[in-house]
């Protein structure tokens, strides 16, 4: 699901990295990373109600297992490494079964909302992007994890700080997290050593002088391609807190058209019209083709995008997004575990717990997709290190990610703000209108919000 465009070595180890993670600030946009790809469902095997060897079935008949209908999203390429995890958890478990259902992207949310309104089909629990979850609070439809938690000996302190805080509403823990993907880097390592540049930038006058070196409009190769549309949601906040700023503030009132932001614009609009790094009219995801035709060095985008760049067989590099502006600061998304507030059966509510216990631990799995797991033990475990460069160098990124502000409907707030960016940039108009514009908007998302 396109929420979020996820910039979101390691120093010593990647323990004490994640040991240290300070509190990220919540601001930004959209945060799924979700790969949009034709409907599909799976179903892990053996029979749901399948013969278990312990007469202790967690509430459920003798002999029998409890089975928990378990949603996600991720009906792209992520899909089969979430079922790994779910085959995994059912191999060892005599008193619950995981029924895995893949619901498609691009519906998501439709889906849950008629399944929480009509109460049919309803998943006893689910994923969940974290910008999301301020919303269903709101509606009074999600289940506080910490007696869940508690009860499977789940700790705040196994994940990653970042997504735990944000994921903390009214002292209440709503989503239990299980990775955090922040906008990335990548690169084109053929163009960078045809070009004579040894590393990937890591602040605007090295990105500038790169991509100067790396564009030949001649040949149609660009050193960086400017996209229009998605994932702007992930770029322009960005952009944003490296000035220290965010897109509303500690009220949750939104921020679009500050100074920082109107900086962040223009120096976009600037790679297009100004320093001609990037070609004009980009139409959506034409940065993703031109990258995959070897025609634009330079691609930041989401971890969710390794797999198509490993299918084209490309030779690329991973790093952190380079620091443009004051400070490192990168939007990101997180996929969270919740669960619905009408579950009460202490059985199934038992085994969500045991299940969610089981993925803290084994969710390497999933780190194999591209991610990063929010799962301390796994980033610092030696089967994480020795995964490729991609999933490093993302946890690189966990101690400045930023996430959406924690505010009900945010995205009602920033539909005007992406159409005022693409426009701006298809067209070089005044950034700062176009940012006043977006801001009038959302004040008026924002009172028909209250």
Request: glycine content about 8%; charged content about 20%; proline content about 6%.
């Amino acid at each position: 699901m396109k929420k979020h465009q996820h910039r979101f070595g390691f120093a010593a180890t990647i323990l004490l990295l994640v040991m240290g993670l300070a509190l990220a600030g919540c601001g930004g946009g959209k945060s799924s990373g979700d790969s949009s790809a034709s409907p599909s469902s799976a179903s892990p095997s053996g029979s749901s109600s399948s013969p278990a060897s312990s007469p202790d079935n967690g509430g459920g008949k003798s002999g029998a297992k409890t089975e928990i209908l378990f949603w996600t999203p991720f009906s792209g390429p992520d899909g089969p490494f979430m079922k790994s995890i779910v085959d995994g958890y059912n191999q060892q478990s005599d008193r619950f079964t995981i029924k895995f259902q893949i619901q498609p992207n691009g519906d998501y949310y439709k889906l849950l909302d008629n399944a929480f309104g009509t109460k049919k089909n309803m998943p006893d629990f689910m994923i969940m992007h974290l910008d999301s979850i301020p919303t269903y609070v709101k509606k009074d439809l999600l289940l506080p994890m910490d007696d869940l938690a508690a009860k499977a000996g789940i700790q705040k302190a196994d994940f990653a700080d970042a997504a735990v805080n944000c994921g903390t509403i009214d002292g209440k823990w709503m989503g239990i997290p299980l990775d955090i993907h922040p906008l990335i880097m990548y690169y084109n390592k053929d163009l960078f050593q045809a070009a004579g540049i040894a590393a990937p930038p890591t602040n605007m006058q090295e990105f500038l002088d790169a991509a100067k070196k790396l564009t030949d409009a001649s040949k149609g190769q660009w050193g960086y391609v400017m996209p229009t549309q998605w994932p702007q949601q992930f770029l322009f906040p960005s952009l944003v807190y490296q000035q220290g700023a965010d897109l509303a503030d500690a009220s949750g009132k939104p921020t679009l058209n500050t100074p920082e932001a109107v900086k962040a614009l223009e120096f976009e609009r600037s790679l297009i019209f100004e320093h001609k790094v990037s070609p004009q009219k980009v139409a959506q995801d034409g940065e993703v083709k031109l990258f995959l035709q070897g025609k634009n060095a330079i691609q930041f985008n989401g971890p969710w995008m390794k797999d198509q760049w490993d299918k084209a067989k490309l030779n690329y590099g991973v790093a952190p997004i380079p620091v443009f502006f004051d400070q490192p600061g990168v939007f990101a998304g997180s996929h969270n575990f919740v669960v619905p507030k009408s579950q009460t059966d202490q059985a199934k509510l038992d085994g969500i717990g045991d299940f969610l216990k089981y993925v803290a631990g084994h969710s390497l799995d999933w780190a194999k997709s591209g991610q990063a797991v929010a799962s301390k033990a796994v980033l610092a475990s030696a089967e994480f290190q020795a995964l490729t460069q991609q999933q490093t160098e993302v946890a690189k990124e966990f101690d400045y990610v930023h996430f959406a502000p924690p505010v009900p409907n945010w995205g009602s707030y920033t539909g005007e703000l992406y159409n005022q960016i693409n426009l701006v940039l298809l067209n070089n108009g005044d950034a700062k209108k176009a940012l006043d514009e977006a801001q009038a908007k959302a004040e008026q998302a924002a009172a028909a919000n209250k």
